[in-house]
């Protein structure tokens, strides 16, 4: 599988959870499916779901503020509501809603002409339509599945609704958005509920690049996908190869009235640097109003990490992943040529910075945002035995509020000493 190369360059996505859910302030699709209300409550939202305030462009504009690179919008979510005007089924918002239009394409326009790739999201299951609840899958992976919104109690399956439902609106549907806006990414999600060969992924995967030969397809495709995607936690141990982390500022995915606990820009800041220093891509997701505005805390939030990253781009963008934990107490990240080597340091160092394990002579070590020059002094070592020393560096005068980062030019390509030491 080729990674178009925008994908790991990008660094920054913003996810946007937006659906007839933001209405009520309730769970998307899950509060239904746990029965905390009714299928019949939860539709009703359609009726209140105006979009009057939507503005793509502002979003956009807020996005690139941000430092983001792309973004992903729901189109369509696990309770089978189209934002677009979908000719699969007759449950989307330009028909059934007083928003009365279609609200993705506006949402692509606005990204491509604010330089932005545009991603979208569709969840494979469909706890809405008939033919949708008619298999089982061979083994249940995840035992509270065996809901009726998703399958059939065993022995009352029927296939044939099942291939009428992957022919006519999972296909179909996908055939639509490829057709209609031309997504740079296809965000999979819900396929949990289905074996690969009842989804039929592989079909799937070809069928889509034979229509768009360069969508990027997430990991959500049972195999079939282009890259990892982690949820609400930088993991301890990053996949090797492509991966993103998709992670909330509040606790909630679409916009609850009641989800206050929103993350600081710190916190954002270091689970963005720690998701790039391991190599991935932060998908950070806010949910918009009914109305289509996004709450002033999420905006403040953005625009904050954005900040520090245009502060620090140097070390953001068209970087590698860093240094194995271990050489330093915190995220490192490498320039492209790898003879740049970036230090993230979250809290004010006290005295020094120190680097284990680097073989390279260090040239120069600067501050980013500042440009303020730094000495350094090699301690220790057994160079007979090619183990160097611990590389020592002054502290900074004045330290990012958020975090500090570290450029320090090397004699050539990084290389790195991982052995046990001399005895």
């Known amino acids: 599988m080729t990674m178009q190369p925008w994908f790991p360059e990008a660094k920054l ?3 946007v959870h937006w659906g007839i859910y933001a209405v009520d302030g309730v769970p998307e699709s899950w509060s239904f499916f746990g029965g905390d209300l009714s299928r019949d409550t939860y539709m009703k939202q359609l009726k209140g779901f105006t979009a009057s305030r939507y503005r793509p462009e502002d979003w956009a504009r807020l996005f690139v503020r941000a430092g983001a690179k792309y973004a992903v919008l729901t189109t369509k979510h696990h309770d089978g509501v189209a934002l677009w005007d ?3 089924t007759d449950l989307s918002v330009a028909t059934r809603s007083p928003a009365a239009r279609d609200l993705v394409g506006p949402f692509t326009e606005a990204l491509r002409h604010h330089g932005l790739r545009v991603g979208l999201y569709f969840s494979h299951s469909d706890w809405s339509h008939p033919d949708y609840p008619t298999v089982r899958p061979s083994v249940l992976q995840r035992p509270w599945v065996d809901n009726r919104f998703a399958m059939p109690a065993p022995g009352q399956e029927e296939p044939e609704r099942w291939e009428r439902f992957l022919a006519q609106v999972h296909r179909g549907q996908i055939r639509e958005l490829l057709s209609r806006y031309r997504p740079d990414l296809l965000w999979f999600d819900g396929a949990w509920e289905r074996d690969e060969r009842q989804w039929r992924m592989k079909e799937l ?4 690049l034979k229509l768009r030969p360069r969508t990027v397809l997430n990991g959500r495709m049972l195999g ?9 936690g930088v993991p301890i141990l990053p996949p090797e190869g492509p991966w993103e982390l998709c992670y909330t500022i509040g606790d909630a995915w679409g916009h609850q009235p009641g989800d206050t606990a929103h993350k600081s820009v710190p916190e ?5 640097a ?5 190599g991935g891509n932060l998908l950070l997701n806010t949910g ?8 002033p805390d999420h905006a403040e939030r953005l625009e904050g990490l954005g900040q520090w ?5 140097e070390a953001v963008y068209s970087t590698d992943r860093g240094m194995p934990y271990g050489h330093h107490y915190g995220p490192s990240m490498l320039a492209g040529d790898r003879r740049t080597l970036f230090l993230v340091c979250f809290d004010p160092p006290r005295g020094f910075v120190e680097v284990r394990g680097l073989r390279n002579t260090v040239r120069k070590i600067s501050v980013l945002g500042t440009g303020e020059e730094l000495s350094h002094r090699v301690v220790g070592g057994f160079p007979s035995h090619r183990i160097p020393g611990v590389v020592r560096i002054d502290a900074p005068t004045l330290c990012d509020p958020q975090a500090t980062v570290l450029a320090l030019e090397l004699d050539g390509e990084i290389e790195l000493y991982r052995g046990q030491g001399a005895g």
Request: hydrophobic share 30%; no cysteine.
């Open 13 to 15: 996505g913003i996810f």
């Open 86 to 88: 979908t000719a699969r």
């Open 205 to 208: 995967r070809e069928e889509i």
């Open 224 to 232: 079939h996908g282009d890259y990892a995607t982690p949820e609400l």
């Open 268 to 272: 954002l800041v270091r689970v963005f």
């Open 274 to 278: 720690e998701t790039i220093g391991h």
């Open 288 to 295: 918009p109003r009914e109305d289509g505005t996004i709450q």
């Open 309 to 313: 990253i245009r502060r620090n781009q």
